[in-house]
């Protein structure tokens, strides 16, 4: 168990209201990611972090922002939700630069 | 764009067979490769990984690598029905630390 920690599990939203996805941890590692995964594509990077306040943009940033104020967070959100963001979004932790992600349990946003 | 491939399937094989899952990549920079196996409505974990060219085995599992023809594969031994899952393949360079994920082969293991 690499103590990680997605909230909301499942969220149902409007077109056009905002949205927040929290990751936590509880190793104080540096590296944390977030994905989505969508039927087809595989899981596809949307931004990571290096640590606090250190963000970078992935595969598919449009429409989403992050920020990490903690070493322990790492918030996914989602400024004006439309439907093409429903996915199943997944937080990841890699303990140093050169190791395997460990991956939470997911988050299932519904944007209708 | 860095690129990572395989067949999404279903792969279908009986039990105690042999699975062979392969999975190419576009960037030469790679140099770290994963597998990892999500279950329906889970998150992905991770089986094996490797970084040199050749064999790795792990139990069951053996990966293998091929870095001139941008190759690795996994392969399941005595495929149990407890197998039956999607496989995911991942890239990393060895500048960055970002992976890059394939879509996935889904393993399907009869009994």
């Known amino acids: 168990d690499a103590g990680i920690t997605q909230s909301p599990r499942h969220k149902v939203t409007e077109t056009g209201t905002p949205v927040t996805l929290r990751c936590h941890q509880t190793?104080?590692?540096?590296?944390m990611y977030w994905y989505r995964q969508d039927p087809g594509h595989g899981l596809r990077l949307i931004h990571y972090s290096y640590g606090v306040k250190d963000t970078d943009k992935g595969e598919v940033s449009d429409g989403y922002s992050v920020s990490r104020s903690k070493t322990e967070d790492f918030l996914l959100t989602l400024e004006s939700a439309t439907s093409s963001q429903t996915s199943v979004y997944f937080c990841a932790i890699t303990p140093t630069r050169n190791t395997e992600a460990f991956f939470g349990q997911g988050t299932r946003l519904t944007v209708v | 764009q860095k690129e990572v491939e395989q067949n999404s399937g279903p792969l279908s094989v009986p039990e105690g067979a042999i699975a062979s899952l392969n999975c190419t990549y576009s960037?030469?920079?790679?140099?770290?490769f994963f597998w990892y196996r999500q279950y329906s409505g889970k998150s992905p974990e991770l089986i094996m990984f490797?970084?040199?060219?050749g064999d790795k085995e792990d139990g069951r599992f053996t990966a293998q690598l091929n870095k001139a023809s941008q190759y690795v594969s996994l392969l399941i031994r005595d495929s149990q029905p407890s197998d039956s899952a999607t496989y995911l393949c991942?890239?990393?360079?060895?500048?960055?630390?970002?992976?890059?994920f394939g879509g996935g082969t889904r393993l399907m293991v009869k009994p």
């Open positions: 991942a890239v990393k360079e060895n500048a960055g630390n970002m992976l890059t």
């Open positions: 190793e104080n590692h540096r590296y």
């Open positions: 490797i970084y040199s060219n």
């Open positions: 960037d030469r920079g790679s140099q770290s």
